[in-house]
């Protein structure tokens, strides 16, 4: 490999150089498992919260963060568990109770409950298991498992059975084929009733299909359904024996389409059965499904708006509510569009769910939520954001309207600077209360509640409590009366800790968190002392710097806003002023809420500061050498959640005066987005002198000129068409070049990362020398290192959900040994020669990864964290190898030496 970045010390960037290798030149001394030298807390966030109701109406918290706690309402922790998953039910499983079980996609606040006053058990679904606990110990009572392996189960309790003592489970498996219905019964083991494919064989490879629901219909008490929307089909089956009812297979827009968003059961016209459908991602329409259950279903009715990454690149859709919004005894459909067929401006539509017509619409508008009951008027409605030229604004002017009659509205409350917080409405003090953050004369925020009443907005209460004011709750605590004085309002704070604080300000107690995503790390010698500081992106949007002293103890540097981080890309450090000193890059957010793109030098004095015309939501950043005579800059893709913002900004080094902007690639029916998703690299591939800006446009291996952001080349990958395509590669891929001989002027490439074949592609990159495809099962990043001495490059990992390890040479493709690994590493794979042996190894998960005397691979070590999806620097001056990784809520470095551990 040829890169001016191959051999640096620091690991200044994701994956350590511009060309996205892994490999560090630093040799270590781990030839025994790595000691943990140094632990530092980052604070950390929650992967969710649910309320939980218990007898006499107290509420309390389950708190995931990489641990499941249940928290009582005055803040102790009745209990810890290790189980990781998603709660369907809390309640009591072995009483009959259909009244008050429901759906738990349907429950704002948590799983759904029974109306039993000693709950006796908590239901987890769990990847492809089915856990429960017992809410008083945490203790796991049962457990089932399904395969295939990456299955991941979707389930409602209800009283299915009633001729069954206790209630039932219905299962279906995403990215499987099978479901079931389990009974739970007072006593003894639950039963599988019945298991049953819910699928017809061979007709769609579902572990392709990222959208699966089911739900019960109950409404006939002698054949209770299940109902299950997966891509383009709608099935009913007989909840009692697994027998399909009915079916259909259909096209939306002329073609079959993904079904990526909410559904809905529901009541149409004369109380006809129907599922209402709105599928917000890649695929973007709205469409109903008349239900039978003794023939085919039909499709009632449709409207396509269009493909992201098509001709309708843009398109947006957002549900707002699948329910009976104005009160006339049948479901409809409200949701946002931003509609190419109408010049991408921004409506908010209600369709009727049986005829699909439009009973009300407002046009150049964007919803911000639906409500349902609110005040004392009791009033359903939607409010809504003023949206120009296509905006999707949701806080901002809001805007009140709710529904007297079938298609029939009016204006009943406007905010200026407002924006929906925490819950959008609140239960309290007998009625449902609006809850909007707002900003009083001195600029400061506070919460404020409305009432709907007489027609009108009338403001109840407010606060200007610190952590209310700060974070957006996440859920309310009630006591039984459920008064507002009473209530604790959950949120996350930017220290990492769940806060739970009253409405008027105290904070009776605090709560430590590990979760939210694992921090994203780089490492550098900022200050030329010898020694790497870290830079740790926390899950709470925050960059820190840490310097570790000789003992180990690591110290707090300078902390900056990163607003917009993306998967595991760590923070970008660059010698923008090419005078040997590192700058960093970060992402911060304007008060419009637009980016604003900082590069900082080592003191922390802003370098320059650019804002841009881009959402704060997406953010990759490489530095390179791109303009014309070598000179700097910063390649900047952006993107948001909806995909209608999307490309590639450079920016000039030295200045950060914007250069140019790339949006869309237009390729026949293809419109890809100039950006990276994944590790973008810098690579002269041209030969002109400049670095060029490797990017793969979703889609493509992709270089564009830092003088104009042409391409100085570009190919597709058959993810487009086949024709032409490259030879690897698929969707989000990465490409290295790699050389055979020292005389070769035009390298091979390697491709990995991201999705579909992997391997080595010639020159040309259209024909190729191996290739291999596991499909979703690819490794997220593939080791390179010459692994056995032999004087040529091996590649090495493991797939996802294997415990084996494979070698290969990278020239020819040949499996040169495997490992089978205590478990699943299920991780990038890192490579240097760690242990100082002279060869290289493989860093994947928690195992070093060399090989013996023999040339075949062995387990060298296992280390107490992640090493492989960590970061290999010189964190205390001495020349020699220290791995910092990253766990929850923490970062550890690693250290070798006389007193490493022994292997384990």
């Not at 929650?46 to 309402?73: F, I, N, Q």
């Not at 429960?132 to 203790?139: C, W």
């Amino acid at each position: 490999m040829r890169s001016s970045e191959l051999h640096v010390r620091d690991w200044p960037r994701t994956a350590h150089d511009n060309q996205a290798t892994g490999f560090s030149p630093l040799v270590g001394d781990m030839s025994k498992a790595p000691r943990e030298w140094c632990t530092w807390d980052l604070g950390g966030g929650a992967d969710w919260l649910h309320v939980l109701h218990e007898p006499g109406g107290t509420d309390c918290l389950l708190v995931y963060d990489g641990r499941l706690r249940l928290v009582e309402h005055d803040g102790a922790v009745r209990w810890t568990a290790s189980v990781a998953g998603t709660p369907v039910f809390h309640g009591v499983l072995g009483s009959n109770q259909p009244a008050e079980v429901t759906d738990a996609e349907a429950t704002a606040d948590g799983p759904a409950h029974s109306a039993d006053a000693t709950p006796n058990a908590i239901l987890f679904t769990s990847g492809r298991q089915l856990i429960m606990l017992d809410p008083v110990t945490g203790q796991t009572r049962w457990q089932y498992e399904f395969g295939p392996p990456h299955a991941q189960l979707k389930a409602v309790v209800k009283d299915i059975l009633p001729e069954l003592p206790g209630l039932e489970a219905a299962v279906a498996q995403q990215y499987g084929e099978d479901g079931c219905v389990i009974n739970f019964p007072p006593r003894g083991e639950p039963r599988v009733v019945w298991q049953a494919k819910l699928v017809v064989p061979g007709e769609y490879d579902e572990r392709y299909d990222h959208a699966c629901g089911l739900q019960i219909d109950l409404t006939d008490s002698t054949q209770p359904v299940l109902w299950n929307v997966r891509r383009y089909r709608c099935r009913g089956f007989d909840a009692r024996t697994g027998k399909m009812l009915s079916s259909l297979a259909y096209d939306i827009g002329g073609e079959r389409r993904r079904n990526y968003g909410p559904w809905a059961l529901g009541r149409g016209k004369g109380g006809e059965p129907l599922i209402a459908v709105a599928a917000e991602s890649v695929q973007v329409h709205v469409h109903a499904i008349r239900l039978h259950r003794d023939r085919e279903n039909e499709l009632a009715w449709q409207h396509f708006y269009g493909e992201v990454y098509k001709d309708e690149f843009g398109v947006a859709l957002e549900n707002l509510s699948m329910s009976d919004i104005d009160g006339d005894g049948e479901m409809e459909v409200a949701y946002s569009v931003r509609d190419p067929q109408r010049d991408f401006r921004s409506f908010v539509t209600v369709r009727d769910v049986s005829t699909g017509e439009i009973e009300w619409e407002l046009p150049d508008s964007w919803g911000a939520a639906a409500f349902t009951d609110l005040g004392a008027d009791h009033s359903t409605g939607l409010i809504v954001c003023p949206a120009p030229n296509g905006a999707m604004p949701k806080q901002g002017a809001l805007e009140l309207h709710r529904f007297v009659a079938s298609g029939k509205s009016e204006k009943v409350g406007a905010l200026t600077d407002a924006q929906l917080w925490g819950p959008t409405t609140l239960q309290a003090d007998g009625r449902s209360l609006l809850v909007v953050h707002e900003t009083d004369a001195g600029g400061n925020g506070i919460v404020v509640l409305y009432d709907l009443a007489d027609g009108g907005l009338k403001q109840t209460h407010q606060t200007t409590a610190e952590d209310i004011t700060a974070t957006s709750p996440q859920a309310v605590l009630f006591t039984g009366n459920r008064n507002l004085d009473d209530a604790l309002f959950i949120t996350v704070g930017q220290n990492g800790w769940l806060n739970a604080s009253t409405w008027r300000g105290e904070t009776p107690w605090r709560l430590d968190l590990r979760g939210g995503p694992l921090a994203a790390l780089s490492a550098a010698d900022l200050n030329h002392d010898g020694r790497a500081e870290l830079l740790a992106i926390t899950p709470n949007r925050r960059v820190q710097i840490l310097s570790l002293d000789d003992k180990g103890v690591a110290h707090d540097g300078a902390s900056y806003e990163y607003s917009a981080r993306w998967d595991s890309q760590g923070p970008l450090l660059y010698d923008l002023e090419e005078d040997g000193s590192y700058c960093l890059i970060t992402p911060e957010t304007a008060k419009n809420g637009r980016l604003v793109v900082c590069a900082r030098r080592a003191d922390g004095q802003i370098f320059w500061s650019t804002p841009l015309d881009a959402p704060a939501e997406s953010f990759v950043a490489i530095g390179g050498k791109f303009l014309p005579g070598q000179r700097t800059a910063v390649a900047i893709s952006v993107g948001d959640a909806r995909r209608t913002r999307e490309g590639t900004y450079l920016l000039d080094g030295k200045t950060g005066e914007v250069r140019w902007f790339k949006g869309l690639y237009h390729d026949g029916s293809a419109s890809m987005p100039y950006r990276s998703h994944g590790t973008p690299t810098a690579f002269d591939v041209d030969r002109d002198g400049s670095e060029d800006i490797g990017i793969n446009l979703l889609s493509y291996m992709a270089y564009l000129r830092g003088d104009d952001g042409d391409f100085a080349f570009v190919c597709h990958t058959p993810n487009i068409r086949t024709e032409d395509a490259t030879f690897a590669g698929h969707l989000y891929n990465t490409f290295h070049p790699v050389y055979r001989e020292p005389t070769d002027v035009k390298p091979h490439w390697f491709v990995d990362g991201g999705y579909g074949a992997f391997g080595l592609m010639n020159p040309d990159v259209v024909s190729g020398v191996w290739r291999t495809d596991l499909g979703y099962d690819s490794p997220p990043s593939i080791g390179m290192v010459d692994v056995d001495g032999d004087g040529s490059l091996e590649v090495g990992y493991a797939p996802l959900h294997s415990s084996t390890f494979i070698c290969r040479d990278i020239w020819t493709g040949e499996v040169e040994w495997e490992l089978k690994l205590p478990s699943e590493p299920n991780s990038a794979c890192l490579s240097a020669d760690i242990d100082g042996d002279g060869k290289g190894e493989f860093l994947i998960g928690v195992y070093c990864i060399g090989t013996n005397a023999a040339g075949k691979g062995e387990m060298r070590w296992q280390a107490p964290a992640q090493v492989g999806s960590g970061l290999i620097a010189d964190f205390d001056g001495d020349g020699i190898a220290e791995i910092a990784c990253s766990r929850p809520g923490q970062v550890v470095v690693l250290k070798g030496g006389p007193s490493a551990i022994e292997l384990r």
